[in-house]
C-alpha cells in the first residue's frame, strides 16, 4: 500500500525570501507539483492578516496552520475550520501581566469567521507600521480596546503577540511560566534584532499543527521544514525534520537533514530532488 507523505513548511526564514516574500520560482515549482500530487501545506507563526499576501499565486489543496497551531484556515474557501482558545482565566492573566508591564502589544481575539487584532495604543512608530501594513487584509481586522483585561473577560482569546529588547523580554517571559494552561513561544525575530514573546493555549504549538494537518491530509508521515528556535516543536511532531542551512544552532543540532538556505529556495529544490529520485 502506497504511503502518503505530507510536506510541512514554516514560513520566515524558511520558504520565503528574506524580503518575505515567496520567490516566482518557489511559486511556480510548488504549483506544478501540487498539481501533479504533491501533498504541501504550511505551519506558522504569522496570522491570516499578513499570510494571504504573501501566498497569493499559491494553489494550496489543504488548510494551513497559524499562530503557531493555533488556527487552522482553508485558504480556498477563506474560512477558519479551526480555532483553539485560550482558557478564560489564563487569558485575563496574560492581559493582566502585560498591562502590569506596560506592553501595549496585540491580543487575539476570534469570533463569527473573523479574528481580531486588539490593541491599547500603538505607541511606536514600529507598531505604527506594522498595523497600517497588515489592516488591509480583511481577515484580521484591527481594534482598539480600553483595556485588554476587559477584553479577555468577555471574548474568545486566541493567541497574544508582544516584542521588545531582550531585557525586558527575557524577565516577562519567566514571569509569564509561571501562568499555568498556556504556552509561549520566545525566540529573537528573523527580520530584526527583536525579541518575541507568544501565548496561545496550553497544549497548543507547531507540534500540535503536525498532528491536526496530518489528520486533515490523511497523511500517514510527516517531512517538516524549519529555521527558528519555535521550529523545534515542528520537529518533535514530524516523522522527518528538515532545517535549512541559515536555521538557528539548536534547530541545525536538532535536525535530520539540512538543506539549502531559504534565500536559496531550499525547501522547493530539496522537493525538486525527491521528485526527480522516486516522487513524493
Not at 515549482?29 to 504550511?42: A, D, P, T, V
Not at 523580554?169 to 509569564?176: G, I, Q, S
Amino acid at each position: 500500500m502506497d504511503t502518503k507523505t505530507l510536506y510541512l513548511s514554516d514560513l520566515d526564514g524558511t520558504l520565503l525570501q528574506n524580503d518575505a516574500t515567496l520567490s516566482p520560482y518557489a511559486i511556480r515549482e510548488l504549483n506544478r507539483m501540487i498539481q501533479k500530487g504533491l501533498c504541501f501545506s504550511i505551519s506558522s507563526a504569522r496570522s491570516t492578516g499578513t499570510v494571504i499576501g504573501i501566498l497569493d499565486g499559491l494553489r494550496l489543496t489543504m488548510p494551513i496552520a497559524l499562530f503557531n497551531g493555533v488556527i487552522y484556515y482553508d485558504y480556498n474557501t477563506a474560512r477558519f475550520v479551526r480555532v483553539m482558545d485560550i482558557a478564560p482565566a489564563a487569558a485575563v492573566q496574560v492581559a493582566r501581566m502585560m498591562e502590569a508591564h506596560g506592553l501595549h502589544s496585540t491580543m487575539y481575539t476570534y469570533q463569527d469567521q473573523q479574528l481580531f487584532a486588539n490593541y491599547v495604543s500603538l505607541d511606536t512608530r514600529r507598531d505604527q507600521k506594522f498595523a497600517e501594513e497588515r489592516s488591509r487584509f480583511p481577515q484580521k481586522k484591527w481594534r482598539q480596546v480600553e483595556s485588554f483585561v476587559q477584553t479577555a473577560q468577555t471574548g474568545r482569546v486566541v493567541f497574544f503577540s508582544m516584542s521588545g529588547a531582550k531585557e525586558r523580554m527575557d524577565r516577562l517571559y519567566r514571569e509569564m511560566k509561571q501562568i499555568p494552561n498556556i504556552t509561549l513561544s520566545y525566540y529573537l525575530d528573523t527580520y530584526e534584532p527583536v525579541w518575541y514573546l507568544e501565548v496561545q493555549a496550553g497544549g497548543v504549538d507547531k507540534r500540535l499543527s503536525v498532528q491536526i494537518l496530518r489528520e486533515m491530509a490523511g497523511a500517514d508521515r510527516v517531512v517538516a521544514f524549519g529555521d527558528n528556535h519555535n521550529d523545534l516543536a515542528l520537529a518533535d511532531g514530524a516523522d522527518l525534520f528538515c532545517a535549512v542551512e541559515n536555521a538557528t544552532a539548536d534547530l541545525l543540532a536538532r535536525a535530520d537533514r539540512i538543506v539549502g538556505p531559504n534565500t536559496a529556495d531550499g525547501v522547493v529544490r530539496y522537493l525538486l530532488e525527491l521528485e526527480a529520485q522516486s516522487g513524493w
